[in-house]
């Protein structure tokens, strides 16, 4: 009998595994019918051969798979990894970038911040004022140029004022003359920063074009005019600084607020809101204001010193501006006296705590002994604290160097020259008001000593040598009298109670000193007056009792080696203006350097 062979669904048996889960997800992409097995998407027959093909593939798929996935994790790490790296490095550059690009001795500053500025810009007072408000948007978003590692110390303090200022470098008046930019000037390193002129009215001054560059001398002129947005801007500008200032304190935002910073509370000057540092306002008045008229122009600057007193630390008194007709006829000895003490009065009554100081700015082309001595007189006079020499000149140099065509006719242009040849002049000039300053010093009536604790109860004592004996006695006398106790049993019990001092020599009625002769009561009226306080000379007053006057100048200066040469020649601080609109923000940083430099030089060589 012939055996049939079992059919192949026999032969095996479908794993449970295989029996609970469907391998419909295993089949080809292109399924072809076939006899020996249906469509797998129902599968109701047992395993068969061609099926195994389709287990085989279940595993050489998941090996597969499984190495992908390794594959995919690698890259991923891999992926991740130079994402971090690039990251990191955008990071790392964006910090260096931001660090590099705010400090002020970074080289961009110089040599592609300002070139850009003239390239984009003719005309220099749009450059200027461009470069102005590139500076307060910078300040606005915390990104502003500033002074990094500075090494000031004791070896560039200098105290002007009261003040113990952290360097001497200051910037002129022009750089900011509407107060927009204060704080982000004070950053760039100098310790007085001088904003303005303002006047009463805001006025426009000249007519456009009013700058002019002088690029092969570093040098500029303007006949800009005093154009000014206005004294009570300027105040409302700086009220503004402080009060945001006091609000960062936690004082608030209100006047007692302002009024705390002002009056010290927050350890900074009220002006300046830096610790070291000095505000300095420059006041001026309307070119409308008729020039012989004394008390009107008296008024436009009181007017000016009332709205900004408050605010600064140092009120400039512009007396020499080449560009204001009539201005410079001010320096005269009268009517600067007058002017000038109106506004020291007017400074004084500034509301807080430390008055303002104030100073008076001279021109270099009033240079004559007369005048020279005429203003330090009228400064003497007036009780001003000050004199910054130094101003625009309405002369032209000679030039440095070869002249190009374009700028030969620049230089025909009417206004102030302001630039490196003016230096010398500066420091001539700074030793001349040095030294009749000093001597006025010395001439100076200073205040007599009062016997009297309470002044408006003291005897003034005249000693003058023309002076009557007599009433020199009396007024002794008078003296004593007020100062004796009253002859009281009480007060003559306390005074027996009271231990005894032995009299002077010159006065024990049997000493027979030089003092006095046999022949001369010990205490009579001569020895008496002898013993008065010597009088004061008209040579020797002042001495000690005067004040010596602070000297700030400006013109020329471009390095730390002329900054040091015109403190040796008697300033107490040297500004810049047209060195920081050529070398850029980096300027004041550079000068320090650079005196540091000369100051170290100067002590090896002095060493044996």
Same mark, same amino acid.
């Given at each position: 009998?012939?055996?049939?062979?079992?059919?192949?669904? /026999?032969?095996?048996?479908?794993?449970?595994?295989?029996?609970?889960?469907?391998?419909?997800?295993?089949?080809?992409?292109?399924?072809?019918?076939?006899?020996?097995?249906?469509?797998?998407?129902?599968? #109701?027959?047992?395993?068969?051969?061609?099926?195994?093909?389709?287990?085989?593939?279940?595993?050489?798929?998941?090996?597969?798979?499984?190495?992908?996935?390794?594959?995919?994790?690698?890259?991923?790490?891999?992926?991740?990894?130079?994402?971090?790296?690039?990251?990191?490095?955008?990071?790392?550059?964006?910090?260096?970038?931001?660090?590099?690009?705010?400090?002020?001795?970074?080289?961009?500053?110089?040599?592609?911040?300002?070139?850009?500025?003239?390239?984009?810009?003719?005309?220099?007072?749009?450059?200027?004022?461009?470069?102005?408000?590139?500076?307060?948007?910078?300040?606005?978003? %915390?990104?502003?140029?500033?002074?990094?590692?500075?090494?000031?110390?004791?070896?560039?303090?200098?105290?002007?004022? %009261?003040?113990?200022?952290?360097?001497?470098?200051?910037?002129?008046?022009?750089?900011?003359?509407?107060?927009?930019?204060?704080?982000?000037?004070?950053?760039?390193? #100098?310790?007085?920063?001088?904003?303005?002129?303002?006047?009463?009215?805001?006025?426009?001054?000249?007519?456009?074009?009013?700058?002019?560059?002088?690029?092969?001398? $570093? +040098?500029?002129?303007?006949?800009?005019?005093? $154009?000014?947005?206005?004294?009570?801007?300027? +105040?409302?500008?700086?009220?503004?600084?402080?009060?945001?200032?006091?609000?960062?304190?936690?004082?608030?935002?209100?006047?007692?607020?302002?009024?705390?910073?002002?009056?010290?509370?927050?350890?900074?000057?009220?002006?300046?809101?830096?610790?070291?540092?000095?505000?300095?306002?420059?006041?001026?008045?309307?070119?409308?204001?008729?020039?012989?008229?004394?008390?009107?122009?008296?008024?436009?600057?009181?007017?000016?010193?009332?709205?900004?007193?408050?605010?600064?630390?140092?009120?400039?008194?512009?007396?020499?501006?080449?560009? @204001?007709?009539?201005?410079?006829?001010?320096?005269?000895?009268?009517?600067?006296?007058?002017?000038?003490?109106?506004?020291?009065?007017?400074?004084?009554?500034?509301?807080?705590? @430390?008055?303002?100081?104030?100073?008076?700015?001279?021109?270099?082309?009033?240079?004559?002994?007369?005048?020279?001595?005429?203003?330090?007189?009228?400064?003497?006079?007036?009780?001003?604290?000050?004199?910054?020499?130094? $101003?625009?000149?309405?002369?032209?140099?000679? #030039?440095?160097?070869?002249?190009?065509?374009?700028?030969?006719?620049?230089?025909?242009?009417?206004?102030?020259?302001?630039? #490196?040849?003016?230096?010398?002049? @500066?420091?001539?000039?700074?030793?001349?008001?040095?030294?009749?300053?000093?001597?006025? =010093?010395?001439?100076?009536?200073?205040?007599?000593?009062?016997?009297?604790?309470?002044?408006? /109860?003291?005897?003034?004592?005249?000693?003058?040598?023309?002076?009557?004996?007599?009433?020199?006695?009396?007024?002794?006398?008078?003296?004593?009298?007020?100062?004796?106790?009253?002859? @009281?049993?009480?007060?003559?019990?306390?005074?027996?109670? /009271?231990?005894?001092?032995?009299?002077?020599?010159?006065?024990?009625?049997?000493?027979?000193?030089?003092?006095?002769?046999?022949?001369?009561?010990?205490?009579?009226?001569?020895?008496?007056?002898?013993?008065?306080?010597?009088?004061?000379?008209?040579?020797?007053?002042?001495? %000690?009792?005067?004040?010596?006057?602070?000297?700030?100048?400006?013109?020329?200066?471009?390095?730390?080696?002329?900054?040091?040469?015109?403190?040796?020649?008697?300033?107490?601080?040297?500004?810049?203006?047209? +060195?920081?609109?050529?070398?850029?923000?980096?300027?004041?940083?550079?000068?320090?350097?650079? =005196?540091?430099?000369?100051?170290?030089?100067?002590?090896?060589?002095?060493?044996?």
């Amino acid at each position: 009998m012939t055996m049939l062979k079992p059919p192949p669904s /026999q032969l095996f048996t479908l794993p449970i595994r295989l029996q609970t889960h469907r391998l419909d997800r295993f089949q080809p992409s292109i399924h072809r019918p076939h006899f020996l097995h249906p469509p797998l998407k129902t599968f #109701p027959h047992p395993l068969k051969s061609s099926h195994l093909t389709y287990r085989l593939a279940s595993t050489t798929t998941t090996a597969a798979a499984r190495t992908a996935a390794q594959t995919t994790t690698t890259a991923s790490l891999l992926t991740r990894t130079k994402n971090l790296f690039l990251g990191t490095s955008i990071a790392l550059s964006l910090v260096f970038a931001y660090l590099y690009i705010t400090d002020v001795r970074a080289g961009i500053h110089q040599w592609a911040v300002v070139p850009s500025l003239r390239w984009f810009y003719e005309d220099a007072e749009e450059a200027h004022e461009r470069g102005t408000e590139l500076l307060g948007g910078l300040w606005a978003w %915390g990104v502003y140029p500033r002074e990094r590692g500075a090494k000031e110390g004791e070896r560039l303090e200098v105290e002007v004022f %009261g003040h113990m200022l952290a360097n001497p470098i200051g910037t002129s008046a022009g750089i900011d003359k509407h107060a927009a930019i204060p704080s982000p000037l004070f950053h760039l390193g #100098p310790s007085i920063v001088e904003i303005g002129g303002c006047t009463p009215y805001p006025q426009d001054g000249n007519a456009r074009p009013r700058v002019f560059r002088l690029p092969s001398q $570093n +040098a500029l002129i303007n006949r800009y005019g005093l $154009n000014s947005e206005g004294a009570d801007h300027v +105040a409302m500008k700086l009220r503004q600084r402080v009060r945001e200032y006091a609000y960062g304190m936690g004082f608030g935002i209100d006047e007692e607020a302002e009024q705390r910073v002002l009056d010290g509370e927050a350890g900074v000057p009220g002006g300046s809101l830096m610790p070291g540092r000095l505000l300095a306002v420059q006041v001026a008045k309307n070119s409308w204001t008729p020039d012989d008229d004394i008390e009107a122009v008296k008024a436009d600057y009181v007017y000016c010193v009332d709205a900004v007193a408050r605010y600064s630390d140092i009120i400039v008194v512009n007396v020499s501006s080449p560009n @204001t007709p009539g201005l410079r006829g001010l320096q005269r000895v009268e009517p600067l006296t007058n002017i000038l003490k109106g506004v020291v009065s007017a400074a004084k009554r500034a509301t807080k705590t @430390t008055r303002p100081a104030v100073m008076v700015k001279v021109s270099p082309d009033e240079d004559s002994e007369e005048q020279v001595r005429g203003i330090c007189d009228a400064v003497w006079e007036s009780g001003v604290d000050g004199v910054i020499v130094g $101003n625009t000149t309405k002369r032209r140099p000679e #030039p440095l160097g070869a002249l190009p065509s374009r700028e030969a006719a620049v230089l025909l242009e009417q206004g102030g020259y302001s630039g #490196p040849q003016l230096f010398e002049r @500066t420091v001539e000039l700074t030793k001349r008001y040095r030294t009749l300053l000093d001597e006025g =010093m010395q001439a100076k009536p200073g205040p007599s000593p009062m016997p009297s604790k309470a002044p408006s /109860q003291a005897i003034q004592i005249q000693a003058s040598p023309d002076e009557d004996l007599s009433a020199r006695i009396e007024a002794t006398t008078a003296r004593d009298e007020k100062n004796l106790k009253p002859d @009281t049993p009480e007060a003559e019990a306390e005074s027996k109670s /009271q231990p005894l001092f032995m009299l002077p020599e010159r006065n024990i009625p049997s000493s027979s000193g030089d003092s006095g002769s046999s022949d001369t009561p010990a205490l009579s009226a001569s020895h008496h007056v002898d013993q008065l306080p010597a009088a004061p000379s008209q040579q020797d007053s002042g001495k %000690g009792n005067s004040k010596r006057k602070v000297i700030f100048a400006t013109g020329g200066i471009t390095n730390g080696k002329q900054a040091l040469e015109v403190l040796e020649a008697g300033a107490s601080v040297a500004q810049v203006y047209t +060195a920081l609109v050529y070398g850029g923000v980096g300027t004041i940083a550079r000068i320090k350097d650079e =005196m540091r430099d000369e100051m170290e030089t100067s002590r090896r060589k002095s060493q044996p």
